[in-house]
């Protein structure tokens, strides 16, 4: 797993680092900055500890501490800024009382961190794949994308999503 991140790091590194919000990411190049990698962990560990609480505890207050009021947010099902997010999934909670989320890898590059989720809206249900990428900003979780693919019941190779 460590040199899968590693790879990814490698391949996503160059950019996001020249990635701003909601911008194309310019062709890739030999110069890659450096990292501060105490930071990135730091916001690893944030991001990380918000999804636990958030999405597996269903700990609503995680939001107030670990987003920006005006969070960005581009899965196209969810309205932007920090009320609003807290407010769709106060609702899915709700339909959904024992959903949770498995992380099963992370890494980082720069302001962005990236998750690999197993989503489970209930018991006996196969998931949904998730990736999802934030960006962090002054301790704060600032904006968020994500692609999500149902886990199917059939595969053309013997390999798990997980």
Wanted: aromatic share 12%.
């Amino acid at each position: 797993m460590k040199k899968v991140l590693v790879l990814i790091a490698g391949l996503l590194g160059p950019l996001a680092a020249f990635a701003g919000p909601s911008k194309p990411l310019p062709a890739p190049t030999d110069h890659s900055p450096a990292r501060n990698l105490a930071q990135e962990n730091k916001n690893l560990q944030l991001v990380y500890n918000f999804y636990q609480q958030f999405f597996t505890q269903h700990d609503l207050k995680a939001a107030d501490r670990d987003l920006a009021a005006d969070y960005k947010q581009h899965n196209p099902h969810v309205p932007d800024g920090r009320a609003p997010f807290v407010n769709y999934f106060a609702g899915y909670f709700k339909a959904n009382p024992q959903a949770r989320s498995e992380i099963s890898q992370y890494g980082t590059y720069g302001d962005r961190v990236f998750l690999r989720v197993h989503s489970i809206a209930k018991p006996g249900d196969r998931g949904r794949a998730i990736v999802d990428i934030f960006r962090v900003k002054d301790g704060k979780i600032v904006e968020h994308w994500d692609s999500v693919q149902d886990v199917p019941t059939t595969s053309a190779n013997s390999n798990t999503m997980f």
